[in-house]
Every structure is written in structure tokens, then in C-alpha cells.
């Protein structure tokens, strides 16, 4: 017996043997599932995948090829029931409702935001020629957002609502939720009600560019300059037990991000493959081409979202942006 516990041991000590070496005892989880959502603000996550990016990075931290295996989730509620109940390591939002997931789940499981998805402006469009403001808005419009509330675009609103009436929530009677694309046939055949729509690219684009819309106001001079629009999260849990593997995520973005901007056409061209979209390749490559957006994974007045939320109410501890986002982001100058 003491001449098999020495020979553990001494196993113990050799590099590589397996048994009970330090590096297998605390091994990182071999498999990344991310929850993917529709649209071109989440192109970075397309193309990370398409390239195989993770898995490049995940070898490069020293880790075996990371799985990664990428879902659709529909909804935010089933997002994170899934997160919780540990069928999903990595979710994706808006940044505004992710910030109320965090404050939601604190104590039971404790989120962390992993990465920004880049900073896209948010337009809200109208077809009624009378409205110019917020302040042109009557009865007889209809806003219509994703959801009512609290995603990302109800939020923008009422920040601006706040600011033009000092009153938070004085458009909330007027929104609807409905889908983006449900939206933009509206706005653009003038049918089911809907006056106006608060939304991201490329259904922004296609209205304007339509010449049936125009524009009202733009989250960016509502929040001050440029913002993160979607961000990816996690539990602190998964980001305490897998460090590389979330440092080979935010790397993987890092390319993704480099490799858009140094090839636009070619992302376009993806972004419809991957996708599976009848959008024109060029009409794709101009919005990726717009200066106003930017693919980053550092995060941008996040600050101002987690400001507005607590001060009407909606969550119960002001958390700054690093607090909300893994250590592995607070060097890159977020705000």
C-alpha cells in the first residue's frame, strides 16, 4: 500500500500523466453555447463563427478546440431560463434589458456581461408627415418597438421622452410591440395602424431609403454620442471556472471586428449566406460602411442606460459598467 500511494505521488508530479495533475483537476469546460439573434448588430458573432474563431483562440490560450455550438433562442425569458438553468453559457441582448437581467438575477444567478456586441445608432421612423418631434406625436399614432417597456428601443424612448417632457413615460400609450420586419411592412405600405417605428439596421435603411419614412430623432444625440447597442452575458460562475475560454471569445472578437472593417464587401457577402437573407449585397455593405457604426467589443455609455434605469426605478442597485462587465474588458476604456 505505502509503494502504490508513493507511485501516485510521484504521478502526481509528472506533467502530463492525467490522474490527478492540477491542469485536467481544473479544466475548463470543452463546449461554448452561445445564443445567436438575428440582424447585422450581430455580425461579429456571425463571422466568429463562420471562421472558426473561437476555436482559433481557444487553441492559442492553451485549451484543447474549444465546441462551440451556436442557438436560437426566441425571447429573453426563455434566453435566461436556459442560462440558469445551465443549458446556455453565453446569452444576447440589448444592453438596456441586459442590465435589467443583471440587477433581476442578482443573488440567485449572478450575471456578468461578457463583451459589447459594437455601437450602432437605433433611428425612431415615422410615416405621418406631421411629425417632425416627439412633441408632434397624437392619439393617432402608433409606436411601434419590439417590446413595450423594457427592451432597448422603449428605454431610448423614454430617455428622450424624459428629456422633451420631463415626464418619462408620456409616449408609453402610444407603443405597440411588433416584430421589426412586421414593422417596416407597415411603416412602408401605411397599413395596421403603425405611424412609427423605433429600430436598428438594416430595417432603419430600408425605410429611409424607401422615401416613405423619415427620421424623428436618433439614439445617439439622445444619449450623447455614440453607444453599445447588444452585448453578449453569461453567470460569474461560468467566467470564475473558464477564464481562457472567455479570453478566446472577447479575441475572437477582436478579429471578427478587425477583419469587418478591412472587408466590408466580404462581410456583407456573409452576413446574406450565413443568414440566408434577400437583402442586396451592396445595400448590406453600405450599412457596414457607415461611420456611425462601430464593431467593438469595448462597451459605450453603458453608464447613461444603468443611470436611467435605477432613477425611475426599474432596477435596485446602480451598478457602473465594470461592475456589469468581466475583468477581462476593463482595460479597454469603456464607459
Do not use: C
Request: no cysteine; proline share 6%.
Amino acid at each position: 500500500m505505502r509503494t502504490r500511494a508513493l507511485l501516485l505521488l510521484a504521478a502526481a508530479l509528472v506533467p502530463g500523466f492525467g490522474i490527478v495533475n492540477a491542469s485536467t483537476a481544473n479544466a475548463e469546460q470543452a463546449e461554448l453555447r452561445i445564443a445567436q439573434q438575428f440582424g447585422i448588430a450581430y455580425l461579429p458573432l456571425i463571422v466568429a463563427k463562420e471562421q472558426k474563431l473561437i476555436e482559433k483562440h481557444s487553441v492559442a490560450n492553451g485549451l484543447p478546440e474549444t465546441k462551440v455550438e451556436w442557438l436560437r433562442i426566441s425571447g429573453a425569458a426563455g434566453m435566461n431560463d436556459a442560462l440558469i438553468s445551465g443549458s446556455l453559457d453565453f446569452a444576447t441582448a440589448g444592453v438596456a434589458p441586459a442590465i435589467l437581467t443583471w440587477d433581476k438575477l442578482r443573488g440567485k444567478a449572478d450575471i456578468s456581461l461578457i463583451s459589447s456586441l459594437g455601437s450602432m445608432p437605433n433611428v425612431l421612423t415615422t410615416n405621418n408627415p406631421n411629425v417632425k418631434t416627439l412633441k408632434d406625436f397624437t392619439d393617432t399614432d402608433r409606436i411601434a418597438l419590439p417590446s413595450v417597456k423594457v427592451g432597448f428601443q422603449p428605454i431610448v424612448l423614454q430617455i428622450a421622452a424624459d428629456k422633451a417632457f420631463g415626464k418619462y413615460d408620456q409616449l408609453d400609450y402610444l407603443t405597440v410591440s411588433v416584430p421589426h420586419p412586421d414593422a417596416t411592412t407597415a411603416i412602408l405600405t401605411g397599413t395596421g395602424g403603425i405611424t412609427a417605428h423605433f429600430t436598428s439596421p438594416p430595417f432603419v435603411q430600408q425605410q429611409l431609403e424607401s422615401g416613405k419614412a423619415h427620421a424623428v430623432l436618433d439614439s445617439y444625440d439622445v444619449l450623447g454620442g455614440p453607444h453599445t447597442f447588444n452585448v453578449v452575458y453569461g453567470t460569474q460562475k461560468y467566467v470564475a471556472a473558464n477564464p481562457k475560454t472567455v479570453d478566446a471569445f472577447v479575441a475572437a472578437l477582436d478579429e471578427a471586428n478587425l477583419w469587418i472593417k478591412a472587408n466590408p464587401a466580404e462581410a456583407a457577402k456573409l452576413y446574406i449566406e450565413a443568414e440566408k437573407s434577400k437583402l442586396d449585397p451592396a445595400f448590406v455593405e453600405r450599412i457596414i460602411r457607415d461611420p456611425k457604426i462601430n464593431f467593438t467589443t469595448a462597451p459605450e455609455r453603458v453608464d447613461v442606460f444603468t443611470d436611467f434605469e435605477f432613477k425611475i426605478g426599474l432596477i435596485k442597485q446602480k451598478p457602473g459598467w465594470k461592475e456589469l462587465f468581466q475583468p477581462g474588458l476593463h482595460s479597454k476604456g469603456g464607459s
